[in-house]
């Protein structure tokens, strides 16, 4: 059983950056694949971002590469979600989400756990 718990989010101006960070309880959180999610009011959640259980591999969503940065600390038990350059379109409440099975996805069924998450509010 994984607990996850998101903290980060706030309102923030077009441009500006803000870190989520996503911690998780218990021993076992380096065997975990983890992602980032995000639900925008009246869509469906979608895939944000993902790392591998090392943190060798990432994967983004087309729409925030190269402005978003996924990273994690195994030592102490945190993903991140370092987003740059932030657009309107990606207010959203952001959850992370923790994936018993090898290899990141962007499947959301294929993750075990989920935080609450938090909420990100982009004004132009």
């Known amino acids: 059983q994984v607990q996850l718990v998101e903290s980060g989010g706030g309102l923030v101006q077009a441009g500006g950056s803000l870190r989520l960070s996503c911690a998780a309880s218990?021993?076992?959180?380096?065997?975990?694949?983890m992602g980032w999610f995000r639900r925008a009011p009246g869509k469906e959640r979608e895939f944000v971002a993902a790392i591998s259980r090392g943190g060798g591999s990432t994967y983004y969503a087309d729409s925030v590469k190269g402005r978003f940065t996924i990273s994690r600390d195994n030592a102490k038990n945190t993903v991140y979600l370092q987003m740059n350059t932030l657009k309107p379109e990606d207010t959203a409440v952001y959850f992370c989400?923790?994936?018993?099975?090898?290899?990141?996805?962007?499947?959301?069924?294929?993750?075990?756990?989920w935080g609450q998450g938090t909420q990100v509010t982009v004004s132009s």
């Open positions: 989400a923790a994936k018993r099975s090898l290899g990141t996805s962007e499947a959301p069924d294929e993750y075990n756990y």
């Open positions: 218990g021993r076992t959180f380096s065997s975990y694949v």
